[in-house]
């Protein structure tokens, strides 16, 4: 059984830095691509980060480029969010994501027949004014 699970979030002030972690098990984590999305209240999902698994390769949103780094830590199964200069408008649910497909790597999901198969429960970050 595939598991995704998220930790790190929290509550910070304009400015700051968090770090979120997800811990993956049950699938093969090698050669795969994960991912971070998150979701504000009445807003649509958005894509923020991922990683190929595999090679290292990475992928941003425009909106938290610079700012965000997503990276990885194969021998814990693990994929990290650092998450700096937060600004209040990063205030949203943050999901891990796992296994893209049918191919590729990217931010960018439940478009055009590609998606994530595996997502975590979410972990709440907010950041205040």
């Known amino acids: 059984q595939v598991q995704l699970v998220e930790s790190g979030g929290g509550s910070v002030q304009a400015g700051g830095s968090l770090r979120l972690s997800c811990a993956a098990s049950?699938?093969?984590?090698?050669?795969?691509?994960m991912g971070w999305f998150r979701q504000a209240p009445g807003k649509e999902r958005e894509g923020v980060a991922a990683?190929?698994?595999?090679?290292?390769?990475?992928y941003y949103a425009d909106s938290v480029e610079g700012r965000f780094t997503i990276s990885q830590d194969n021998a814990k199964n693990t994929v990290y969010l650092q998450m700096n200069s937060l600004k209040p408008e990063d205030t949203a649910m943050y999901y891990c994501?796992?296994?893209?497909?049918?191919?590729?790597?990217?931010?960018?999901?439940?478009?055009?027949?590609?998606?994530?198969?595996?997502w975590g429960q979410g972990t709440q970050v907010t950041v205040s004014s």
């Open positions: 049950g699938y093969t984590y090698s050669s795969n691509c």
């Open positions: 994501a796992a296994d893209y497909g049918p191919y590729g790597c990217s931010v960018v999901a439940g478009k055009a027949g590609y998606d994530y198969n595996y």
């Open positions: 990683i190929y698994t595999g090679g290292g390769s990475t």
